[in-house]
């Protein structure tokens, strides 16, 4: 989720190989100690679960590897703020090792000089690059190159309460269904009496109101950014899934939720009040802990083919010297390893990086255990990421204005696009 997928309650928040990398950087000293060891300084932005996580993994790292230490003190803001905080840091000259960077981010922060290339790091490391999930793999690679190391994957589906379908006396949704039979099936679950919807939708704008409406473009045939590279790719599109918000908006069956994080949003589900709600693996803790009888389906389509979205987030490494480099690098590698991986994705709440990971055992048992998470993995097949483009922030403020106008009833969703073309157009023609 300007993100990952969402913003997730539980935040996880050189052109050749790492020996090519230039001798010190304005970051600061090599990080060598008179013992020898080298300290990498790791900002990481995680809390509660996903903190938890980290900071065992670190330490079982820095157990393992006594010519090194990583300081895990997570740089002092939250994930959703690390883009500003690395911002200010690589402008300042005093900045971390490696940050916990969300991949609709890694464009922006890529271009500054003191990013570290991967390719050669993650092409020829432990885990081997044609194992990774497709969505991984694009949504580390800007340009060709490979600017980080996957940290988190995810993808969307649909969630939704079975006591409330069985109420109104509705059939479960099924794999193949469509968006047509999605609104009706929100309809027919409304219950304004009650206070039951049928689905809800974040209103804020930001990306988390955005991501959601990705798949349902890419169904209709439409890109985020047209082939000349000057144009969005979606317009025709883009007027097409907001008519499907619009219908939901008509028959009163969508929950607005007016504040970021889409909290609210989820709290009705979770209260009982929500029949359907697009979200991630990282809820499904959070739904079994409130003890729903819950089921998880794919996303609705157009066009009969399956398609969703992935929201990779990746760690990325900055240059302090090669010596630190060297060992911020043999970190991140070692993180992305399948053993390691597995265990981040059970505590945290996220999705495997890997083929090899999926096939774990203790992955597969967790998978056995957790209702729809296999929904979640296997939409993986099909899942897209957003562009890795400087002006994608650009692009999904216009959309998420667009969406917003829409859900508020106050523009057409053909007058809404428009807006939006006007505006993306616009931050396309900005040279980068």
Known sequence: MPYGIARRRLLLGGTAAVGALAGCSAGGSDGVGADGRVTVELWHGQVDTGRAA???????????????????????????????????????????????????????????????????????????????????RDAVTVNGRIRAAPALLD?????????????AGVPFPRPGWTW??????A???????????????????????????????????????AADGRH????EQGARALDTLARLVRDQSVYVDPKPGSEQMYQVFLGGRMAMVATGPWQLPDIVDAGLDYGVVPLPTYSGRPVTISGPDT???????????????????????????????????????????????????HSA????????????????????????????????????????????PADAVRRCADKADAALLIPR
């Not at 047509?180 to 099936?185: K, L």
Request: aromatic share 10%; hydrophobic share 40%.
């Open 187 to 225: 309809r027919q679950l409304t219950d304004r009496g009650r206070g039951v919807f049928g689905t809800g939708w974040p209103g804020t704008g930001d990306e988390d109101t955005v991501w959601r409406l990705w798949p349902m473009i890419w169904d209709l045939g439409g890109e985020i950014v």
């Open 369 to 412: 255990r957790t209702t729809g998470l296999d929904v979640f993995t296997d939409a993986l097949r099909s899942a897209r990421v957003r562009p890795v483009h400087a002006a994608y922030p650009q692009i999904s403020q216009a959309l998420g204005e667009a969406i917003v106008s829409v859900l508020l009833g106050r523009a057409s």
């Open 180 to 185: 047509g039979e999605f609104t009706d099936t």
């Open 54 to 136: 980290v900071e065992a993994l670190v330490g079982e790292f820095n157990r393992t590897h006594p010519a090194i230490r990583v300081d895990a003190g997570g740089g002092g803001v939250l994930a959703d703020a690390m883009l500003q905080k690395v911002t200010a840091a690589l402008a300042a000259g005093s900045y971390p090792d490696v940050a916990y960077i969300f991949g609709s981010d890694l464009a922006s922060v890529a271009r500054s000089p003191r990013v570290v290339d991967l390719t050669s790091a993650l092409r020829t490391g432990p885990t081997p690059w044609d194992t990774y999930w497709k969505p991984v």
């Open 155 to 167: 993808s969307l589906a649909v969630v939704y309460n079975r006591e409330l379908f069985r109420r």
């Open 315 to 365: 760690w990325t490494v900055f240059d302090n010297g090669s010596a630190r480099s060297r060992a911020a690098v043999e970190f991140v590698r070692w993180m992305t390893q399948p053993v390691r991986d597995a265990r981040w994705g059970v505590r945290a709440g996220s999705l495997p990086l890997s083929t090899g990971t999926a096939s774990r055992v203790e992955w597969r048992r």
């Open 232 to 235: 969005i790719g979606f317009a």
